[in-house]
């Protein structure tokens, strides 16, 4: 296992100390289970990258599977770009990714889009499945609601949805409370998610 990988996103090892408590894991087992899921992690973050760039992903990046579009920006900023998640239970993964890939490889969706790999044991590990349809820049909003309406109109419904910021998930920013903007459930509209002023806990 590569050591200088890991390193490079602190935000994503601290989110997987966090995980580890939570699941109960102690010591060897949360070691173990943290630079698991960092090299799991840190590889779906790089084979983005290389997606976004044109670049086939690196094969040990099975923790996802991807589709790109047929035309993609040339250069990706990753403080700019931010993507919709759409989340899944493990027996509905053909069904989602099916209409997933075919949109996202005829021009409908983002730039680039992937899930979780449920044929990986990382992944086997974690509650349920999660899918990234990317954006250039959350501050395009047009293109934002682009992508939302499309996923509406792709069957995603019922879902409460939530964009979130690359920025946020390299810095370890996971859970509700990172997302940028939110579409209730049936909207096809959305709005700012407000957060937590970090300078009211201070005293």
């Known amino acids: 296992?590569?050591?200088?990988?890991?390193?490079?996103?602190?935000?994503i090892?601290?989110?997987?100390?966090?995980?580890?408590?939570?699941?109960?894991?102690?010591?060897?087992?949360?070691?173990d289970w943290v630079e698991a899921f960092m090299e799991s992690h840190a590889l779906g973050v790089e084979a983005s990258l290389r997606r976004a760039?044109?670049?086939?992903?690196?094969p040990?990046?099975?923790?996802?599977?991807?589709a790109t579009a047929p035309v993609r920006p040339e250069m990706v900023d990753?403080?700019?770009?931010?993507?919709?998640?759409?989340?899944?239970?493990?027996?509905?993964?053909?069904?989602?990714?099916?209409?997933?890939k075919v949109a996202t490889e005829a021009g409908e969706l983002g730039?680039?889009?992937?899930?979780?790999?449920?044929e990986n044991p990382m992944v086997r590990m974690e509650r349920s499945l999660v899918a990234c349809v990317y954006t250039y820049d959350y501050e395009d909003l047009a293109d934002v609601r682009r992508v939302l309406v499309a996923l509406r109109e792709l069957g995603f419904v019922r879902e409460t949805l939530r964009y979130k910021r690359d920025a946020d998930t390299l810095a370890g920013n996971y859970g509700s409370g990172s997302a940028t903007y939110i579409s209730p459930s049936g909207t096809r509209d959305f709005q700012p998610v407000e957060r937590p002023d970090p300078s009211s806990d201070l005293t």
């Open 13 to 31: 090892r601290l989110y997987a100390q966090r995980e580890a408590e939570k699941r109960g894991l102690r010591d060897e087992k949360a070691s």
């Open 53 to 58: 760039a044109g670049e086939p992903a690196p």
């Open 78 to 100: 990753w403080s700019e770009s931010g993507k919709w998640l759409v989340h899944c239970s493990f027996p509905y993964y053909e069904e989602v990714w099916g209409k997933l």
């Open 111 to 118: 730039f680039l889009s992937k899930i979780r790999n449920p």
């Open 1 to 11: 296992m590569s050591e200088s990988r890991p390193t490079k996103y602190p935000g």
């Open 60 to 66: 040990e990046a099975e923790g996802w599977v991807y």
